[in-house]
């Protein structure tokens, strides 16, 4: 089997080198990040922490009226509909 796959990898490529070379630059956000985060005080990061609890609530807020919407009409629906 191994010199199938080293057959196969001088043909087609190492698909681990290709994978990480299409997360580097994913890798490379997240180090600029966290350099970022490390320099904030703790009441600084409790703001952060409020601002991405909004952030999510506001991006999620359609789903959670609909999903209200959905139950409601459960407990309204007639037994077909249920």
Do not use: C, H, W
Not at 22 to 34: D, R, S
Request: charged share 30%; net charge positive.
């Amino acid at each position: 089997m191994s010199i199938i796959n080293s057959v196969l990898k001088i043909f087609v490529g190492d698909k681990n080198k290709k994978d990480l070379s299409l997360l580097q630059p994913i890798v490379a956000k997240v180090n600029a990040f966290e350099k970022e985060i490390t320099n904030l005080t703790n009441d600084q990061l409790r703001e952060k922490t409020a601002y991405f609890k909004q952030k999510i609530a506001d991006g999620t807020s359609e789903f959670t009226s609909k999903i209200i919407q959905l139950k409601e009409e459960v407990i309204d629906a007639n037994i077909d509909r249920k």
